[in-house]
């Protein structure tokens, strides 16, 4: 196979990864256990090395982009960041304990909000930043 043909695939590759690594991490948004940075991450750097178009649409995306930016900036999450994923957690092991029969069950789940909202609360928050408050 020659080297122009590998290179070919080799985008192709990359892109069709990106794209998955973008589906996984947009339905990790709603869904509680499936983790949205770790996923759009990969896609980014799928991206970069499929195709410089659809990098720059991740990196410039409205919902998407604060992930990945807030994790290489090593700023934390948002304060709405933070309240989804109380909320989503603590709705999902609410529905969890009440369906459970065994009072274990019912004690694993609250173990794991009280664990998930402390990792929540204690994990550094983004300083929320508007242009208003800009001096220059």
């Not at 992930?67 to 909320?87: D, M, S, V």
Request: hydrophobic share 50%; charged share 15%; glycine share 6%.
């Amino acid at each position: 196979m020659s080297d122009m043909k590998l290179a070919r695939w080799k985008k192709k590759l990359y892109l069709t990864a990106g794209f998955i690594s973008v589906g996984l991490g947009v339905a990790g948004i709603p869904l509680p256990l499936l983790p949205t940075t770790p996923f759009l991450l990969l896609a980014a750097f799928c991206f970069a090395r499929g195709s410089e178009r659809w990098h720059n649409w991740l990196m410039s995306h409205r919902t998407l982009s604060p992930y990945i930016h807030a994790f290489r900036k090593g700023t934390g999450l948002t304060r709405e960041q933070k309240w989804r994923i109380a909320a989503t957690v603590t709705i999902t092991l609410l529905i969890t304990a009440i369906l459970t029969p065994i009072w274990m069950g019912r004690a694993l789940a609250a173990f794991i909000w009280v664990t998930s909202i402390l990792f929540v609360y204690l994990s550094p928050s983004a300083r929320q930043t508007r242009d208003s408050d800009d001096p220059a």
